[in-house]
């Protein structure tokens, strides 16, 4: 029926409804309101006003129940066919605005397009829109739709449920499949926001228009676990048909899609490569989230009715007048009380504000109507058939919906309160026998560190050397003045030891890694590695390459004439080299600092079908520019390593007795040499075999050290407890040295040139040689006599009675006398010292005077070596 178009404003003015404690007897007041709906399902809107007409006339009936003042009030609806088309739609809403009755409020809206255009341009009208079915999210935007109220939750509505609900299983990790179009993107878009407000990572974010096999399979390379999708139901089952194929699905994989209208859609799958089995499969234990179109809770509302009841009348009516029920019934059933407690409100404040305003006509303006009409929904709560009722900035919080597809059915496991913020999940919701999927494989992060056993056994070994190396530096300073070790340089030999000592400990710091440290003392550590490895190995080499240094020296003075190295200048050399291992470490850890790098190795999935990966790690100090730094380290070492066995090739046939240890100090140039350039390839070639790579570096380390020291210090430590035992003096113990080891006692007896004892000793030695001397040119001239077949002299046997005793008869039993035999010992020793025979003895006696005169580290004066010096002069002693 008809109204006039400022009708309520009328009864206003004319003061009808000051008296009304009671609903009216008779009639009731007609407020006119414009419900704009499509009247078919054109366009796939479907007939939703015929669907939800049942439920406005209950609406209608229960508010006549009401008391007053809600009861003397009916909503009488002017029904505006949108036809879902954008002209149409537009058309019908200005020709209702144009000839029909005064509205202060639009119910309905469905097709978004439509809705758009008309919400836009609702507050030129001074008009209030309440849309019971339009979900769309861009409405959410309000500087855009100020006058536009929703009874259903919008689209992004979900999405703090679904972040909620992914939080509660501590999923961390999600990926998102959306479909191209407007709508989905700006979900897409909201749905990424709130992702990243609540610290979930996204994955991947895939799209697709038709076929979402690439996607899907982008989703599973990037291994995402947790599948947000953002699709209609038209084209689920090609996905669902993909990712059957692809293996996503079971206990390893979680579905989060949106709820849809159609039921048991899987059955009518269209043109898919899938039957209704395996799209079954592949869905089963998937979620939909979607709003709640009716409450679960048996609770009475503002009707007097639990939604229970109400669902009943509601399905009563949708059978009588032969029509398919609608998801939408219950937000509008809601909406016409939200529509009729709002004018009531307004009405009620009109009224008032007449009553005891100061004018005598009171009137409000259109602008200030639709303002009251707007803080009155704004303020509207109450609870529904559809829960809580009530409005956030014109959207409604309502419930959200939590439904699992088990075995077929889809199963209601829980519900999220967007009032509240509170997630209640059901003993219905279940998971495989394993429980809620993994967002993610497992990825098991193995260190590849050092075994404990390995490190242990060569810790140990390290530690006996550090020892044996320690009992060497106190053998060596407590016997420093001992002749035998004054000569092989003590202060030098300290410095192989304690550099040994530095190298040895390098293989302890090596070892250690995350697994035994924290993170900051392995950047520590890095730091301190380099420093002890580099200066060990350059006081070690360094001393052995110093003393070699000056044995080819000494070797090299062709000109005999008198060469002084000190010890002091060895060491200047030894710290020359130590100066520019300082430089180099010091500016390469200033400028290019070593920290603590994580080298990660590719992933490696479970041999046995698990959903587990084995990813290995290892841990390392590095710099930016370490290759560089490394480069000049071992150029430098290099160089100085190849000299040095280049020094020792040279001297190699030279001993100088009284540098006793020249000999093993070549050796272990040779050992330090090979075993570096073992060392140093190994750590290149294992640098991904931990393990290998420290056994390797760490046996270097230690047989170079081990044999360096042992080479230099063990024939002193013999020849000590040798001596400690035996008298130096007498003939019978010298002659058994000589015997044995002739250049040892030679050079054992020329140490220390300054004390009276050794110049004693050094006395009788030459003594000792001299007789020595004589015994062998005796018998040197008796094989030449045999040689020449000369009978050999009786008088020159007798001559060298008094020195030896002769054990050699002659081959006829007796002694030949020549011509002239009758010469006196005088004469005979005349003929011994012809030049002749002096030029045969002097080729025995020159190395003997040699090693026997040779200064312990001044040289060798040529005059020493003349053979008309006698041996008994003073020239000749040391």
Not at 156 to 165: E, G, K, M, Y
Request: proline residues 4%; neutral net charge.
């Amino acid at each position: 029926m008809g109204v006039p178009g400022d009708l309520w404003r009328v009864l206003v003015l004319w003061g009808i409804l000051e008296h009304w404690p009671l609903c009216l007897s008779q009639g009731r007041h007609i407020l006119p309101v414009l419900w704009i709906m499509p009247f078919t399902d054109d366009s796939g809107c479907g007939n939703i006003t015929e669907a939800t007409l049942p439920a406005v006339h209950l609406a209608q009936q229960h508010l006549r129940k009401q008391p007053a003042p809600l009861c003397n009030y009916e909503l009488e609806f002017h029904l505006v066919n949108s036809q879902c088309d954008n002209a149409k739609g537009l058309k019908a809403f200005f020709d209702a605005i144009c000839h029909g009755p005064k509205y202060f409020i639009i119910f309905g809206g469905v097709c978004p397009s439509v809705t758009s255009i008309i919400a836009e341009s609702l507050q030129s009208w001074n008009l209030v829109q309440l849309s019971f079915a339009v979900t769309a999210a861009a409405f959410q935007e309000k500087g855009k739709y100020p006058h536009f109220f929703r009874m259903v939750p919008s689209d992004n509505a979900v999405h703090p449920a679904v972040i909620t609900f992914v939080r509660h299983y501590n999923w961390n990790r999600v990926g998102i499949l959306t479909q191209d179009g407007q709508g989905f993107t700006e979900v897409q878009r909201d749905l990424m926001k709130g992702l990243l407000w609540a610290q979930i990572q996204i994955a991947a974010t895939q799209s697709f228009i038709y076929d979402p096999s690439a996607s899907l399979r982008m989703l599973k390379e990037k291994d995402v676990r947790i599948i947000i999708g953002l699709f209609k139901e038209s084209t689920a089952a090609r996905i669902f048909c993909c990712a059957y194929h692809l293996g996503m699905f079971s206990s390893r994989y979680q579905w989060i899609i949106p709820g849809w209208k159609q039921r048991d859609w899987w059955v009518q799958r269209g043109k898919v490569n899938c039957s209704s089995l395996s799209l079954l499969k592949a869905m089963e234990g998937s979620i939909s989230v979607d709003f709640e179109p009716l409450s679960s809770k048996q609770t009475r509302g503002i009707s007097g009715m639990t939604p229970q009841e109400y669902q009943r009348e509601y399905d009563m009516l949708c059978v009588g007048k032969g029509v398919n029920a609608s998801r939408f019934h219950g937000f509008a059933y809601d909406g016409i009380w939200v529509i009729t407690k709002a004018l009531v409100r307004v009405l009620e404040a009109v009224t008032h504000n007449d009553k005891y305003s100061k004018h005598r006509n009171y009137t409000v303006s259109d602008e200030e109507l639709s303002q009251m009409l707007i803080e009155a929904m704004s303020e509207t709560t109450f609870l529904g058939v559809t829960g809580h009722v009530m409005f956030r900035n014109g959207e409604r919080m309502g419930i959200i919906r939590f439904t699992q597809l088990q075995d077929g059915r889809e199963i209601q496991v829980g519900e999220y309160n967007t009032i509240e913020d509170r997630l209640e999940l059901s003993k219905n919701l279940w998971f495989t026998a394993t429980g809620p999927p993994r967002d993610r494989t497992l990825v098991l992060r193995q260190r590849r560190q050092i075994h404990i056993v390995p490190y242990s056994i060569l810790s140990a070994v390290t530690i006996l050397a550090l020892l044996m190396a320690s009992s060497f530096l106190i053998f060596n300073m407590k016997h420093r003045h001992h002749r035998v070790i004054k000569m092989s340089s003590p202060f030098i030999n300290n410095l192989i030891i304690l550099g040994g000592m530095l190298s040895c400990s390098f293989i302890i710091l090596l070892g250690l890694d995350g697994s035994f440290i924290s993170d900051g003392s392995f950047e520590t550590l890095c730091t301190i590695r380099p420093w002890s490895l580099t200066i060990g190995y350059t006081m070690a080499f360094g001393a052995m390459f110093a003393k070699t240094w000056r044995v080819h020296a000494i070797f090299k003075n062709v000109q005999l004439k008198k060469k002084v190295i000190k010890d002091l200048r060895l060491l200047v050399v030894v710290a020359g080299m130590l100066l520019i291992d300082v430089s180099i470490l010091t500016c390469w850890h200033i400028m290019d600092p070593l920290r603590r790098t994580v080298e990660e190795y590719k992933t490696e999935l479970d041999s046995n079908g698990n959903d587990v990966a084995l990813q290995t790690f290892v841990e390392r100090c590095e710099s930016a520019h370490m290759t560089t730094w490394l480069a000049i380290v071992c150029f430098y070492k290099g160089v100085l390593m190849v000299f040095g066995c280049f020094l020792s090739w040279e001297s190699q046939h030279v001993s100088i007795p009284v540098l006793n240890d020249s000999r093993y100090i070549r050796w272990s140039v040779y050992n330090v040499a090979i075993m570096s350039v073992i060392g140093a390839t190994a750590s290149f070639l294992t640098r991904e075999l931990p393990n290998v790579q420290f056994c390797v570096i760490a046996l270097a380390i230690i047989i170079s050290t081990t044999g360096t020291l042992c080479l230099v210090f063990m024939p002193k430590l013999i020849l000590l407890n040798a001596e400690s035992g035996t008298q130096f003096h007498g003939f019978p113990f010298c002659q058994r040295m000589m015997e044995e080891d002739p250049w040892r006692l030679s050079s054992t007896s020329s140490a220390e040139h300054t004390s009276t004892s050794v110049l004693e000793e050094i006395q009788n030695y030459n003594q000792l040689l001299r007789k020595r001397l004589l015994e062998l040119d005796s018998e040197l001239e008796e094989i030449n006599m045999q040689l020449d077949n000369i009978p050999v002299p009786c008088n020159l046997l007798e001559s060298s009675a008094e020195y030896v005793v002769i054990t050699h008869a002659d081959v006829s039993g007796k002694c030949s006398t020549l011509p002239g035999a009758t010469k006196t010992n005088e004469d005979h020793l005349r003929d011994i010292n012809s030049p002749e025979r002096i030029q045969r003895r002097l080729s025995v006696q020159l190395p003997i005077l040699h090693h026997a005169y040779l200064l312990s580290i001044g040289g060798v004066n040529a005059s020493l070596t003349s053979p008309s010096t006698p041996l008994g002069s003073p020239a000749a002693s040391p």
